[in-house]
C-alpha cells in the first residue's frame, strides 16, 4: 500500500503524542532499572537495544524512512548513548524520538526530508 501523496503529515499528532508517550514509558524504566549496580546497567542496554528497534519499526509502518542525514543523526546517537551504562539513564529515546517526528514536520526549502 502507497502512503498518500498529500502534504499532511506521515505522522499525525496523536501518534506523535502516543509515540512520545511510549518513548517517555522506556526512558522511565531505564532509569528506574539502572539504579541497580551492574546488573541494572546491563538490562538497561538491553531494553534500550529493543526500544529502538521498536521505533524502528514504528516510523517504517508509518512510512518515515530513517535513511535521511538529519533523522539518522538523531536516531543513531541515541542508540549509541543506549548503549553507554550511566549515560543511558538519559532520555535519550525520547529526544530521539521527537526530533525525528519534529523532522517529518519541518519543511526547510531547499531542504530535502
Do not use: H
Amino acid at each position: 500500500m502507497m502512503p498518500p501523496t498529500n502534504t499532511a503529515p506521515q505522522i499525525s499528532s496523536i501518534w506523535a503524542t502516543i509515540m512520545v508517550g511510549v518513548a517517555l514509558c522506556f526512558d522511565i524504566i531505564v532509569f528506574l532499572i539502572n539504579l541497580i549496580p551492574i546488573l541494572g546497567q546491563v538490562v538497561g542496554m538491553i531494553i534500550g537495544f529493543i526500544a529502538y528497534l521498536i521505533f524502528w519499526l514504528w516510523f517504517t509502518l508509518k512510512g518515515v524512512s530513517l535513511m535521511r542525514p538529519k533523522r539518522a543523526a538523531a536516531m543513531g546517537t541515541g542508540f549509541l548513548i543506549s548503549l553507554i551504562p550511566i549515560l543511558n539513564m538519559l532520555p535519550e529515546i525520547t529526544i530521539s524520538v521527537v526530533i525525528t517526528i519534529a523532522s517529518t514536520r519541518v519543511k526547510l526549502p531547499g531542504v530535502r526530508a
